[in-house]
Protein backbone atom coordinates (compact mmCIF):
# COMPACT_ATOMS: atom_id res chain seq x y z
CA UNK A 1 0.00 0.00 0.00
CA UNK A 2 1.21 3.35 -0.87
CA UNK A 3 0.83 6.37 1.04
CA UNK A 4 -1.41 7.79 -0.64
CA UNK A 5 -3.81 4.99 -0.51
CA UNK A 6 -3.32 4.50 3.11
CA UNK A 7 -4.36 8.26 3.76
CA UNK A 8 -7.39 7.86 1.35
CA UNK A 9 -8.05 4.69 3.54
CA UNK A 10 -8.01 6.77 6.62
CA UNK A 11 -9.44 9.35 5.38
CA UNK A 12 -12.60 7.17 4.15
CA UNK A 13 -13.00 5.24 7.91
CA UNK A 14 -12.63 8.86 9.95
CA UNK A 15 -15.20 10.74 7.57
CA UNK A 16 -18.77 9.13 9.19
CA UNK A 17 -17.22 9.96 12.81
CA UNK A 18 -15.56 13.22 11.30
CA UNK A 19 -16.07 16.16 8.82
CA UNK A 20 -14.07 16.12 6.02
CA UNK A 21 -11.94 18.75 6.99
CA UNK A 22 -11.61 17.05 10.41
CA UNK A 23 -10.28 14.25 8.59
CA UNK A 24 -8.02 15.73 6.53
CA UNK A 25 -6.45 17.40 9.42
CA UNK A 26 -6.40 14.59 12.20
CA UNK A 27 -4.40 12.21 9.18
CA UNK A 28 -1.67 15.20 8.58
CA UNK A 29 -1.54 15.62 12.65
CA UNK A 30 -1.18 11.22 12.28
CA UNK A 31 1.69 11.20 9.89
CA UNK A 32 3.36 14.22 11.61
CA UNK A 33 3.43 12.62 14.51
CA UNK A 34 4.38 9.20 13.14
CA UNK A 35 6.81 10.49 11.09
CA UNK A 36 7.62 13.81 11.34
CA UNK A 37 6.57 14.61 7.59
CA UNK A 38 4.52 17.91 6.57
CA UNK A 39 1.99 18.07 4.01
CA UNK A 40 4.61 18.95 1.64
CA UNK A 41 6.29 15.59 2.95
CA UNK A 42 3.36 14.18 2.24
CA UNK A 43 2.95 15.49 -1.24
CA UNK A 44 6.74 14.36 -2.40
CA UNK A 45 6.25 10.78 -0.88
CA UNK A 46 2.10 10.09 -1.71
CA UNK A 47 3.04 7.06 -4.17
CA UNK A 48 5.97 5.61 -1.82
CA UNK A 49 4.79 2.22 -0.58
CA UNK A 50 4.33 2.61 3.21
CA UNK A 51 6.10 -0.46 5.73
CA UNK A 52 3.41 -2.84 7.48
CA UNK A 53 4.45 -1.27 10.60
CA UNK A 54 3.61 2.24 9.87
CA UNK A 55 0.08 1.08 8.45
CA UNK A 56 -0.53 -0.42 11.28
CA UNK A 57 0.24 2.66 13.40
CA UNK A 58 -1.37 4.59 11.46
CA UNK A 59 -4.64 2.01 11.69
CA UNK A 60 -4.08 1.97 15.06
CA UNK A 61 -4.58 6.04 15.75
CA UNK A 62 -7.80 5.48 13.69
CA UNK A 63 -9.16 3.47 15.70
CA UNK A 64 -8.44 5.40 18.74
CA UNK A 65 -9.94 8.49 16.81
CA UNK A 66 -12.86 6.60 16.22
CA UNK A 67 -13.53 6.25 19.79
CA UNK A 68 -13.63 9.96 20.31
CA UNK A 69 -9.85 9.58 21.81
CA UNK A 70 -8.28 13.21 21.19
CA UNK A 71 -5.15 13.07 19.20
CA UNK A 72 -2.87 14.62 21.30
CA UNK A 73 -3.80 11.82 24.15
CA UNK A 74 -2.90 9.20 21.52
CA UNK A 75 0.50 10.63 21.07
CA UNK A 76 0.53 12.87 23.87
CA UNK A 77 1.77 16.09 22.47
CA UNK A 78 0.11 19.02 21.18
CA UNK A 79 1.20 22.26 20.10
CA UNK A 80 0.37 25.43 21.56
CA UNK A 81 2.13 29.09 20.76
CA UNK A 82 4.49 27.55 18.75
CA UNK A 83 5.59 25.37 21.44
CA UNK A 84 5.29 21.37 21.43
CA UNK A 85 3.89 20.21 24.72
CA UNK A 86 3.40 16.91 26.24
CA UNK A 87 0.39 16.58 26.87
CA UNK A 88 -1.99 13.43 28.90
CA UNK A 89 -5.10 12.71 30.33
CA UNK A 90 -4.06 14.02 33.59
CA UNK A 91 -4.40 17.69 31.93
CA UNK A 92 -6.11 19.65 29.72
CA UNK A 93 -5.68 20.05 25.93
CA UNK A 94 -4.11 23.31 25.46
CA UNK A 95 -6.69 25.55 23.70
CA UNK A 96 -6.79 27.87 20.82
CA UNK A 97 -8.47 30.35 22.93
CA UNK A 98 -5.88 30.07 25.72
CA UNK A 99 -3.41 30.99 23.27
CA UNK A 100 -5.53 34.38 22.49
CA UNK A 101 -5.46 34.79 26.27
CA UNK A 102 -0.93 34.88 25.56
CA UNK A 103 -1.70 37.04 22.96
CA UNK A 104 -3.36 39.83 24.74
CA UNK A 105 -0.94 39.04 27.98
CA UNK A 106 2.01 39.54 25.39
CA UNK A 107 0.63 42.43 23.34
CA UNK A 108 -0.17 44.33 26.99
CA UNK A 109 3.36 44.29 28.45
CA UNK A 110 5.51 44.01 24.89
CA UNK A 111 8.81 45.60 25.78
CA UNK A 112 8.54 45.11 29.56
CA UNK A 113 11.03 42.48 31.03
CA UNK A 114 12.18 41.04 34.67
CA UNK A 115 8.48 40.63 35.20
CA UNK A 116 7.01 38.68 37.89
CA UNK A 117 4.17 36.19 36.79
CA UNK A 118 1.95 33.81 38.50
CA UNK A 119 -0.20 31.01 36.17
CA UNK A 120 -2.71 29.76 39.06
CA UNK A 121 -4.42 26.32 37.84
CA UNK A 122 -1.28 25.81 35.54
CA UNK A 123 -2.45 22.39 34.14
CA UNK A 124 0.20 21.15 31.63
CA UNK A 125 1.77 24.46 32.00
CA UNK A 126 1.39 25.68 28.55
CA UNK A 127 0.54 29.67 29.73
CA UNK A 128 3.30 29.59 32.21
CA UNK A 129 5.59 27.91 29.41
CA UNK A 130 4.40 30.59 26.54
CA UNK A 131 4.53 33.55 28.47
CA UNK A 132 8.65 32.42 29.82
CA UNK A 133 9.16 32.22 26.16
CA UNK A 134 7.80 35.44 25.44
CA UNK A 135 8.59 37.83 28.11
CA UNK A 136 12.20 38.39 27.99
CA UNK A 137 13.75 37.62 31.82
CA UNK A 138 10.83 37.01 33.63
CA UNK A 139 9.90 34.84 36.40
CA UNK A 140 7.02 32.68 36.00
CA UNK A 141 5.76 30.76 38.92
CA UNK A 142 2.85 27.76 38.47
CA UNK A 143 0.61 26.82 40.68
CA UNK A 144 -1.45 23.74 40.19
CA UNK A 145 -2.98 20.94 43.08
CA UNK A 146 -2.75 17.66 41.13
CA UNK A 147 0.08 15.84 41.50
CA UNK A 148 0.26 13.99 38.22
CA UNK A 149 -0.27 17.07 36.53
CA UNK A 150 2.60 18.85 38.32
CA UNK A 151 4.87 16.08 37.03
CA UNK A 152 3.39 16.83 33.42
CA UNK A 153 4.18 20.72 33.55
CA UNK A 154 7.64 20.41 34.57
CA UNK A 155 8.31 18.36 32.12
CA UNK A 156 7.42 20.55 29.81
CA UNK A 157 9.27 23.48 31.59
CA UNK A 158 12.44 21.31 31.45
CA UNK A 159 11.86 20.05 27.84
CA UNK A 160 11.32 23.92 26.64
CA UNK A 161 14.55 25.00 28.53
CA UNK A 162 12.11 27.86 30.21
CA UNK A 163 12.26 29.40 33.78
CA UNK A 164 8.91 27.99 35.16
CA UNK A 165 8.64 27.02 38.87
CA UNK A 166 6.23 24.90 38.93
CA UNK A 167 4.95 24.60 42.61
CA UNK A 168 1.62 22.53 44.26
CA UNK A 169 -0.73 24.40 45.49
CA UNK A 170 -4.49 24.54 46.05
CA UNK A 171 -6.09 28.03 44.53
CA UNK A 172 -8.76 27.78 46.81
CA UNK A 173 -6.73 27.99 49.56
CA UNK A 174 -3.94 30.20 48.94
CA UNK A 175 -2.42 32.42 51.65
CA UNK A 176 -1.48 36.23 49.99
CA UNK A 177 2.14 37.29 50.63
CA UNK A 178 2.62 40.48 53.02
CA UNK A 179 3.72 42.50 50.15
CA UNK A 180 3.04 42.01 46.85
CA UNK A 181 5.15 40.78 44.51
CA UNK A 182 3.63 39.90 40.83
CA UNK A 183 3.73 42.15 37.99
CA UNK A 184 0.93 39.50 36.05
CA UNK A 185 -1.89 36.75 37.28
CA UNK A 186 -3.10 34.85 34.96
CA UNK A 187 -5.44 31.66 35.23
CA UNK A 188 -7.57 29.42 33.40
CA UNK A 189 -9.32 28.07 36.35
CA UNK A 190 -11.89 25.32 35.70
CA UNK A 191 -15.28 26.90 35.08
CA UNK A 192 -17.72 24.72 33.04
CA UNK A 193 -20.90 24.31 34.93
CA UNK A 194 -22.29 20.71 35.61
CA UNK A 195 -25.62 21.40 34.16
CA UNK A 196 -23.59 22.38 30.97
CA UNK A 197 -22.03 18.52 30.35
CA UNK A 198 -24.43 17.60 27.52
CA UNK A 199 -23.35 20.61 25.97
CA UNK A 200 -19.87 18.85 25.86
CA UNK A 201 -17.86 17.13 22.92
CA UNK A 202 -17.65 13.31 23.72
CA UNK A 203 -13.71 13.39 23.58
CA UNK A 204 -13.67 16.21 25.84
CA UNK A 205 -16.41 13.94 28.63
CA UNK A 206 -14.63 10.95 28.13
CA UNK A 207 -11.24 11.73 27.90
CA UNK A 208 -10.30 14.77 30.08
CA UNK A 209 -9.90 15.40 33.36
CA UNK A 210 -13.55 16.27 34.88
CA UNK A 211 -11.76 18.25 37.82
CA UNK A 212 -9.92 20.64 35.72
CA UNK A 213 -13.30 21.65 33.65
CA UNK A 214 -16.42 21.66 36.02
CA UNK A 215 -17.56 23.78 39.23
CA UNK A 216 -20.82 23.52 41.02
CA UNK A 217 -24.15 24.90 39.42
CA UNK A 218 -24.93 26.32 42.78
CA UNK A 219 -21.02 28.20 42.53
CA UNK A 220 -20.19 28.66 38.88
CA UNK A 221 -17.25 31.61 40.50
CA UNK A 222 -16.16 29.40 43.26
CA UNK A 223 -12.23 29.74 41.50
CA UNK A 224 -12.35 33.39 40.18
CA UNK A 225 -13.57 34.45 43.64
CA UNK A 226 -10.44 32.87 45.17
CA UNK A 227 -8.28 34.30 42.84
CA UNK A 228 -9.52 37.70 43.06
CA UNK A 229 -8.93 37.71 46.68
CA UNK A 230 -5.46 36.52 46.40
CA UNK A 231 -4.32 38.70 43.72
CA UNK A 232 -5.80 41.62 45.07
CA UNK A 233 -3.06 41.29 47.81
CA UNK A 234 -0.09 39.68 45.71
CA UNK A 235 -0.12 41.73 42.41
CA UNK A 236 1.35 45.34 42.48
CA UNK A 237 -0.82 48.05 42.44
CA UNK A 238 -1.85 48.84 39.01
CA UNK A 239 -0.99 45.82 37.40
CA UNK A 240 -3.57 43.19 35.53
CA UNK A 241 -5.13 40.14 36.91
CA UNK A 242 -6.00 37.62 33.12
CA UNK A 243 -8.35 35.13 33.35
CA UNK A 244 -10.31 33.09 30.87
CA UNK A 245 -13.80 33.07 31.67
CA UNK A 246 -17.25 31.18 30.96
CA UNK A 247 -19.00 33.19 28.45
CA UNK A 248 -22.45 32.53 30.53
CA UNK A 249 -21.06 34.13 33.29
CA UNK A 250 -19.52 36.92 32.41
CA UNK A 251 -21.71 39.43 33.83
CA UNK A 252 -21.70 37.67 37.17
CA UNK A 253 -18.00 37.68 36.84
CA UNK A 254 -17.41 41.51 36.15
CA UNK A 255 -19.88 42.09 39.03
CA UNK A 256 -17.87 39.80 41.69
CA UNK A 257 -14.70 41.62 40.77
CA UNK A 258 -16.15 45.14 40.76
CA UNK A 259 -17.41 43.86 44.58
CA UNK A 260 -14.14 42.91 45.45
CA UNK A 261 -12.75 46.76 44.30
CA UNK A 262 -10.85 45.28 41.18
CA UNK A 263 -10.62 48.47 39.18
CA UNK A 264 -11.37 48.60 35.03
CA UNK A 265 -12.65 45.70 34.43
CA UNK A 266 -12.71 44.56 30.48
CA UNK A 267 -14.18 42.00 29.15
CA UNK A 268 -13.47 40.73 25.52
CA UNK A 269 -14.48 38.58 23.31
CA UNK A 270 -12.45 35.74 21.88
CA UNK A 271 -12.31 34.84 17.68
CA UNK A 272 -15.36 33.38 17.84
CA UNK A 273 -17.17 36.35 19.41
CA UNK A 274 -17.39 35.00 22.87
CA UNK A 275 -16.53 36.68 26.00
CA UNK A 276 -13.72 34.79 26.66
CA UNK A 277 -11.37 36.85 28.84
CA UNK A 278 -11.03 39.59 31.75
CA UNK A 279 -8.71 41.70 32.28
CA UNK A 280 -8.66 43.59 35.54
CA UNK A 281 -6.27 46.31 37.28
CA UNK A 282 -5.26 46.21 40.65
CA UNK A 283 -6.41 49.71 42.61
CA UNK A 284 -3.39 51.95 43.81
Known sequence: MTLGQSIADARKRLVPHYSEGEARALVREILFRIKGWTPVDIA??????????????????????????PVQYIFRRASFYGLDFTV??????????????????????????????????????????????????????????????????RDNASQLKVDVDVRRADVLALTPPDDPVFDVIVSNPPYIAMSERPSVDANVLLYEPHSALFVPDNDPLLFYEAIGRYALRA?????????????????????????????????????????RFAIAVRPS
Request: proline letters at 6%.
Open 44 to 69: VKTDEPLSGFIQSKISDAVDRLLLDE
Open 88 to 153: TPDVLIPRPETAELVDIIVDDLRGLTDLRVADLCTGSGCIACALARNLPFSRVTALELSEPAIAVA
Open 235 to 275: LIPGRSLYLEINPLHADALRHMLESQGWNEIDLRRDTSGKL
